[in-house]
């Protein structure tokens, strides 16, 4: 489901199709800029209502990275 939504909003941010998303997809494979990924970041957080501490956001490299970290984050909870 964490997998799902966040694809989704990557799909959404990103203006990507949905079928060049999955988990090993990285963030430079986007091609997304500074601002982007910024936007993207926000959007997850809005989506799972959490917050990315910053060393979270500079070990995000790919969809799994983001998968794992919001799945921490609600186990937290």
């Known amino acids: 489901m964490v997998l ?3 694809i989704s909003l990557i799909v959404s ?3 990507v ?5 999955d988990e090993d997809t990285s963030f430079k494979s986007l091609e ?3 601002q982007d990924f910024e936007d993207f970041v926000r959007a997850v957080e809005d989506e799972f209502d ?3 501490n ?3 956001v500079y070990k995000l490299n790919c969809v799994a ?13």
């Open 4 to 6: 799902e939504r966040v």
């Open 13 to 15: 941010q990103f203006c």
């Open 32 to 34: 997304a800029d500074e």
């Open 65 to 77: 990275d983001v998968v794992e970290i919001v799945e921490k984050a609600i186990r937290n909870l």
């Open 17 to 21: 199709e949905e079928d060049q998303v």
């Open 50 to 52: 959490i917050v990315f």
């Open 54 to 56: 910053d060393d979270e």
